[in-house]
């Protein structure tokens, strides 16, 4: 804990007088950071496992199928779940709790009702027609559709307990409960009879985990609220709820399938091979946003309270302070990988060793991501959502038009440079409008 107050006087240099603000970014930045430290640990074994035990083709259909869950389930949530994260902070602050439980009700029924939806519209598109011939049996998706249903609920209640500011419970279910339940199976299963572990059962398993994390989180959020909604009845504001979601909702699909679409494109153009080589080196480049990650969970509702309560200058600390914690943090990780990134990639295989070209390359772009700040979150806090929309729709467009370009002749390299472009474009077109629209300088060498 010395460590955490020796990095928040660095970084803050004394300049902040309020106590609740000033240890709320440090406070909340290291609890979440023993969770995220957990994560690392679970989600390089649950990929060690999965990869050693399938192999770089069958990881790769894995892989790909569970990131075309991943796409619907963000569909599914239709943006409530960023909506959550500024509503339920506003909220908060004014005890409206009868307008929180409206909104509670009427999103839960949506993220069933259209999740439901998909599970139908998939099983139709995939059975006619042949987006799977490079990957795998089309009976694989049909078993991994089971898990959209809970993948969707699972975001939506993270994001509730996020806008309470109830950070790491909010990240237990998808960041410990999943990976650990998964492993644990995984585990059980190998030392159990070896010859049963299939492609078909690693997805069962995944299906399952999922399952028991939306148990996990749901029961989380009963606990939170329960005491809250004791007297109250629903309220709802749906026009205004719409008209909001409605940015969040196209904003999130175009911002999931821009950071899907790489690992899409590859499977169809190159095979199950290459995406699971490359998503091993695209996770490992990952682990270099997990202190932004960490910082935007914390911040976020602070962000919306602090601009809607018009105190500028304490966001300004808060957001320059955070973009400041990241970037440190970030320092270790990005070294390590860059010195070590062969041999870590080893681990899993001799061939998943040409995934460390790729991997530099994003990480690259993540170094420039991670240095300036929590542009996406300013903008979404702050109801400039329209203009992080823009920035996602022109990185997205680029990011497409460079896949198709570099992916088919390039392969996973290729994909790379579609993807570090993106990443720079998005971030660059953010910090733009961050400071145009609401004058705050985000980034980690801002001065306050």
Known sequence: MKIAFLIKDIILKRKINDPTLSGYLVKGTFGTLIIQGLTVLLTFLSNFLAARLLGPAEYGTFTYLFTCISVF???????????????????????????????ITITSLAVIVVSVILIILGLLLFQKFDFLSKIGDV????????????VSLTLLYQSVLQGLQKVIAGQLAEKIIRPFVFIFLITAIYFFDRSTISITIFIWLNVISFGIALAFVTASVYKNVTPLFKTVKASYENKKWLKSTLYFFVSSIIQIINSRIDVLLLGIWKGSRDVGIYNVALRLSDFTTLSLFIVNL?????????????????????????????????????????????????????????????????IAAQIINVACG???????????????????????????????????????????????????????????????????????????
């Not at 389930?73 to 409530?80: K, Q, T, Y």
């Not at 009976?139 to 809970?150: H, W, Y």
């Not at 010195?339 to 390359?361: A, C, D, N, Q």
């Not at 929590?374 to 467009?397: C, D, H, P, Q, W």
Request: without cysteine; glycine residues 8%; proline residues 3%.
């Open 73 to 103: 389930a963000n569909i599914a949530v239709l943006g409530f779940n960023s909506l959550f994260i500024r509503e339920a902070a506003i909220y908060k602050s004014k005890s409206e709790w009868t307008r929180l439980k409206g909104l």
């Open 139 to 150: 009976s694989l998706f049909r078993v991994s559709l089971i898990a959209l249903p809970f």
């Open 298 to 362: 914390v911040i976020a509702p602070a962000i919306s309270n602090l601009y809607h309560t018009r105190q500028k200058e304490k966001l300004q600390i808060l957001v320059t302070s955070g973009a400041r914690v990241a970037f440190l943090l970030s320092l270790p990780v990005i070294l390590f990988l860059m010195i070590g990134g062969k041999f870590i990639l080893s681990l899993f295989g001799e061939e998943f060793i040409s995934g460390y070209t790729p991997m530099v390359v994003i």
């Open 374 to 448: 929590s542009v996406g979150y300013i903008l979404m806090m702050t109801r400039n959502e329209k203009y992080s929309f823009i920035a996602l729709l022109m990185s997205f467009l680029l990011n497409i038009g460079l896949n198709i370009l570099l992916t088919p002749y390039y392969g996973m390299n290729g994909t790379a440079v579609a993807v570090a472009v993106s990443i720079v474009t998005i971030n660059g077109i953010m910090l733009f409008f961050v400071r145009k629209k609401t004058k705050i300088y985000p980034t980690a060498f801002g001065n306050f």
